[in-house]
């Protein structure tokens, strides 16, 4: 029962480009979407969230878009690096902070930028 | 930069034995949680804890689990008997009142043999 997808297992974009990683719910509760970055052999990392009541939040180069009609988040880096390489998690939850339930992750993403 | 710390980095372990991970989240943090990643699978949820009980748990966290916050710093996870397929990367994470951000610490390799 896969409720978050990431259908895409892996990215190769060139450095400078713009790199957009899609992400797919199911369960129309979720409302609070994040998106993490893991190297090998380290924990994930939080880069960017956006709650439902949102359709776009920015933060220097990472943008991420939620269409919740569609129940499609999207995480774009503008302009991509060799150190953005890495696997990239999309995550959903229930609730936020106090009343937040457990996270939700999609599978993973992994994403190579080439110089 | 606060960063949630997770002892040992890697366990190797017969079936059968108990093994404690022990994660020490972030100073002000108020919820704490443990996940895992079996190799080449998806982060799982294990349970999610507060105010000194459980608030949640999945289905993988079963009788064999236990969490318990000691000394009010670290945060343990307990398997009283390993399976084989208990071998998976378990992360902590703790997130504060305000945000729904979890910060992960780098993860316990658990090796069941």
């Known amino acids: 029962d896969q409720q978050v997808k990431q259908n895409s297992p892996s990215l190769s974009v060139q450095e400078g480009r713009i790199s957009i990683l899609n992400c797919d719910y199911t369960?129309?509760?979720?409302?609070?979407f994040l998106w993490y970055k893991k190297y090998p052999a380290e924990g994930p990392t939080f880069l960017i969230s956006?709650?439902?009541?949102?359709d776009k939040n920015e933060d220097g180069r990472f943008t991420v878009f939620l269409n919740k009609s569609a129940k499609h988040l999207s995480l774009h880096i503008v302009p991509s690096q060799p150190g953005d390489s890495a696997v990239y998690f999309c995550a959903a939850s229930v609730g936020y902070g106090g009343s937040q339930g457990n996270l939700i992750f999609g599978k993973g993403t992994k994403l190579s930028v080439k110089p | 930069e606060p960063e949630v710390t997770q002892t040992p980095s890697h366990q190797v372990t017969q079936m059968g034995q108990e093994v404690i991970l022990r994660c020490v989240p972030i100073?002000?943090?108020?919820?704490f949680y443990w996940y895992r990643q079996i190799l080449g699978q998806k982060v799982e949820f294990l349970v999610s804890?507060?105010?000194?009980?459980?608030?949640?748990k999945s289905e993988i966290f079963d009788d064999q689990f236990s969490v318990e916050r000691p000394d009010g710093s670290n945060f343990t996870l307990k398997i009283r008997s390993t399976k084989l397929e208990d071998s998976a990367m378990y992360f902590c994470a703790s997130s504060d009142y305000n945000t729904g951000e979890l910060f992960f610490g780098e993860g316990s390799r658990l090796t069941v043999l």
């Open positions: 956006i709650s439902s009541i949102k």
């Open positions: 369960n129309s509760m979720f409302d609070y």
């Open positions: 804890f507060y105010n000194n009980e459980i608030s949640e």
């Open positions: 100073s002000n943090h108020l919820y």
